[in-house]
Every structure is written in C-alpha cells, then in structure tokens.
C-alpha cells in the first residue's frame, strides 16, 4: 500500500493470531455502535461483502456464512432420527434459527441471545441472514443468559446448538465454554438428544481452544466428535464438536446424509451434503494426534480465552 493511496485509512483489521492480522478494504460502514455487552458493526467489505463484526472480529459475512452455518446445524440435526424441539444459544443474526428452521420435523425453536441490540440491529440490516426466521410462529426468541436459562429451564432439548462469540476475555460468553457449562446442556437433553457447538480454529499452529474444548466435551459426554470446515472469511479451518450419549454422526454413510436431507431438509443446501458430511468429519492424522494429546480440561475457574 503507498502512502498517497486515498484509501489506506478504510480499511478494516481483523486479528487472527498474534502472527497474523489481515486488512480488508471498507466500501461503507452500515452501522457502528456498542451494546451493553460488545462493540457491534456492520461493513461492506471488498473482500467478502457486508460483514457482522463483534468486538472487532469478524462473526460471519455474506460470502461464506452459508458454510459456516450449514456446517454447525445440519450435522446434529440430521443425526438425530426426529428433532422436535431445538435450542440455540447466541446465533444473533438469525442464520443458525434459518438452518434449523429448514428442517420439517422442527416444531419448537428456542433461541436465547444476551444481546438484544445486536439481534435487533442484524434483523434490521442483514435480512438475507435471517430470512424472517425470527417471524417463524416455531421460533420462542428470549434475551438472556444462555446459561441461565437453561439452568432455570424444566424443558428437555432434541438438539440442543451453541453458536457464540469467541471467548474474550472481557466478553459475554466465556463461561459458556466450560465443563459446567456442558453438564448443564446434558442435563437438558432429551434420551437421544446431541449438541453441537463451534469450537473455535482449528488450524494445524492454532489448535489449543479447539483441542481444550474437544477434550472438555469428551469429559462430560460418552461420544464427542470433533470436525472441521473452512471459512474462507476466518482464513482457515473452523472447529465444531457434536456430543451425545448415544449418537455418533461418524456413523452416517454419506448416502444415509443425503436421504435425510432429501425427506427432511425444506430448502436447497449450498454447502453441506453426504460428501462434504463425510470429509469434515475426516480429521488429518496430525491434528487428530494434538487434540488427543490435550489434557485440558476447561472449568468456570480455569476458562479459556480467544486471542
């Protein structure tokens, strides 16, 4: 970039790691602004379109949210043999209620976010995230703490999704990572119920979240699987895990995945299909090796931190 370039001042940087940050050029800020709980803007960039930007790290973007979404929800969804009852935790521009909405058997969707303003704000300006999911007469809306709600809840889950923010220091959703945390969601799920959760990167070089998550999971529930798909707009591999006590989407043919989608799924999928099912759950042999590797268990006293 030159020094007399009009444009070096819009630019947006978004920290990765502490070895990379990556700029990406800004053609309008949408909306900027901070909630009661984190700094929330929305950009067009020229990298990857209008973009969600939470506490200066980029959520998800009109490129590729549809990989990032379809990856979280459809894996446990399909796993399960008939999935009624469905919460999600955080997923405050309405795309995780959109991939779960889209399944037929759906009957009640109970979304509990912290942050009021920003599912406000994404229903306002990132309409072709949320697709009037939040309309949905299926669809219970809540503003609260995840935790506790479900901690105050007598209902019992089918699947039970957690789509929040990284765990910042200083953030909304760092005790929602925690061993107790997930005894709290195994507690409320039904007999065959399974969750899933992003987990943070999982690049080879940045596997520690990702490998302390995984093993806190395994912790609290019988069959945890670890998996991976790669968001362009993240520059890398995503992390996810689903656990069960009794449910392992490893088990699935990707013939069996597509069946499923073919009978249950209301809508055609971009991304996920039997194929890509099978690939993620494919994990290298050098990653596989950390993550069995990682002793760390993650507690409300010893939680993890996002850089």
Same mark, same amino acid.
């Not at 055609?268 to 990682?294: C, N, V």
């Given at each position: 970039?030159? *020094?007399?370039?009009?444009?070096?001042?819009?630019?947006?940087?978004?920290?990765?790691?502490?070895?990379?940050?990556?700029?990406?050029?800004?053609?309008?800020?949408?909306?900027?602004?901070?909630?009661?709980?984190?700094?929330?803007?929305?950009?067009?960039?020229?990298?990857?379109?209008?973009?969600?930007?939470?506490?200066?790290?980029?959520?998800?973007?009109?490129?590729?949210?549809?990989?990032?979404?379809?990856?979280?929800?459809?894996?446990?969804?399909?796993?399960?043999?008939?999935?009624?009852?469905?919460?999600?935790?955080?997923?405050?521009?309405?795309?995780?209620?959109?991939?779960?909405?889209?399944?037929?058997?759906?009957?009640?969707?109970?979304?509990?976010?912290?942050?009021?303003?920003?599912?406000?704000?994404?229903?306002?300006?990132?309409?072709?995230?949320?697709?009037?999911?939040?309309?949905?007469?299926?669809?219970?809306?809540?503003?609260? *703490?995840?935790?506790?709600?479900?901690?105050?809840?007598? *209902?019992?889950?089918?699947?039970?999704?957690?789509?929040?923010?990284?765990?910042?220091?200083?953030?909304?959703?760092?005790?929602?990572?925690?061993?107790?945390?997930?005894?709290?969601?195994?507690?409320?799920?039904?007999?065959?119920?399974?969750?899933?959760?992003?987990?943070?990167?999982?690049?080879?070089?940045?596997?520690?979240?990702?490998?302390?998550?995984?093993?806190?999971?395994?912790?609290?529930?019988?069959?945890?699987?670890?998996?991976?798909?790669?968001?362009?707009?993240?520059?890398?591999?995503?992390?996810?895990?689903?656990?069960?006590?009794?449910?392992?989407?490893?088990?699935?043919?990707?013939?069996?995945? *597509?069946?499923?989608?073919?009978?249950?799924?209301?809508?055609?999928?971009?991304?996920?299909?039997?194929?890509?099912?099978?690939?993620?759950?494919?994990?290298?042999?050098?990653?596989?090796?950390?993550?069995?590797?990682?002793?760390?268990?993650?507690?409300?006293?010893?939680?993890?931190?996002?850089?």
């Amino acid at each position: 970039m030159k *020094d007399n370039d009009p444009d070096k001042h819009k630019r947006f940087s978004d920290y990765i790691s502490p070895d990379l940050t990556v700029l990406h050029s800004i053609k309008e800020r949408i909306y900027s602004g901070r909630t009661n709980f984190q700094s929330l803007e929305i950009i067009n960039t020229g990298s990857f379109g209008v973009c969600l930007v939470l506490d200066g790290k980029i959520q998800s973007s009109e490129m590729d949210e549809f990989i990032y979404h379809e990856a979280l929800v459809h894996p446990a969804m399909l796993t399960h043999a008939e999935p009624e009852t469905v919460f999600i935790a955080g997923g405050g521009e309405g795309a995780t209620l959109r991939e779960v909405l889209a399944h037929t058997t759906v009957k009640k969707a109970v979304m509990v976010d912290i942050d009021e303003e920003v599912v406000n704000v994404c229903r306002r300006f990132l309409p072709a995230w949320h697709q009037k999911a939040f309309d949905d007469p299926r669809t219970e809306l809540h503003f609260a *703490d995840a935790r506790k709600y479900l901690e105050e809840s007598s *209902d019992k889950f089918d699947v039970i999704i957690i789509d929040l923010v990284d765990p910042l220091e200083q953030g909304p959703a760092r005790l929602l990572y925690t061993r107790e945390f997930y005894e709290i969601v195994e507690q409320k799920l039904g007999n065959d119920g399974i969750m899933s959760v992003q987990s943070e990167p999982a690049e080879w070089g940045n596997l520690d979240n990702f490998a302390a998550i995984a093993g806190t999971l395994k912790n609290v529930f019988p069959i945890s699987r670890p998996y991976q798909a790669h968001i362009p707009a993240f520059f890398g591999l995503w992390g996810y895990i689903t656990a069960s006590r009794n449910l392992d989407p490893f088990n699935l043919a990707p013939e069996e995945i *597509d069946t499923r989608i073919s009978m249950r799924i209301s809508k055609k999928l971009k991304s996920y299909d039997g194929l890509t099912h099978h690939a993620m759950f494919t994990i290298p042999k050098h990653i596989r090796e950390q993550l069995s590797a990682s002793t760390r268990i993650i507690t409300d006293k010893e939680p993890i931190s996002a850089y």
